[in-house]
């Protein structure tokens, strides 16, 4: 749903699209910093629940968002605080909170015409179904 007229457009869309590639939860993702992406391996780790890491694979869609927003837009957010580790940042430069991701995210549901009660959280549920459909593993994915 976000479109290329939008502000952060960029940003948006790699927001949801880490959401989706990664299983994260919304903590997880707003808490990524920059040394936790290794986009020539496809790689991120995350941080946990309970202080659990966990490393894990980014699709091509997702790797390529990232890589246009961290070229292109990061820069630009950060140009006051060019020493921040995080991933996603406010217009400001700042970590963005769970409450900001959560309202993007409710911003683009409507948007897209989704039901209302779609969040975050939906996201993670869609990861571990596609994951299942495609063949994987249920313990694998629980874990």
């Known amino acids: 749903a976000p479109s290329a007229e939008d502000r952060h457009y960029l940003r948006d869309r790699a ?3 880490a959401l989706y590639a990664t299983g994260c939860r919304a903590s997880e993702v707003v808490t990524l910093r920059m040394q936790d992406l290794d986009l020539g391996s496809g790689l991120c780790r995350c941080m946990g629940k309970g202080g659990k890491q966990r490393v894990v694979p980014l699709g091509r869609i997702a790797i390529e968002v990232l890589k246009k927003y961290l070229e292109s837009l990061r820069p630009q957010l950060v140009k006051r605080s060019p020493e ?3 991933v996603f940042v406010s217009r400001g430069g700042n970590r963005l909170s769970r409450e900001n991701l959560w309202a993007l995210v ?7 015409g989704l039901p209302t009660r779609a969040t975050t959280h939906t996201l993670r549920h869609s990861f571990a179904t596609h994951l299942l459909s495609g063949g994987a593993d ?3 994915v629980q874990e």
């Open 84 to 86: 921040c580790e995080w």
């Open 106 to 112: 409710k911003k683009y549901v409507k948007r897209a």
């Open 15 to 17: 927001l949801l699209e």
């Open 138 to 140: 249920l313990r694998t």
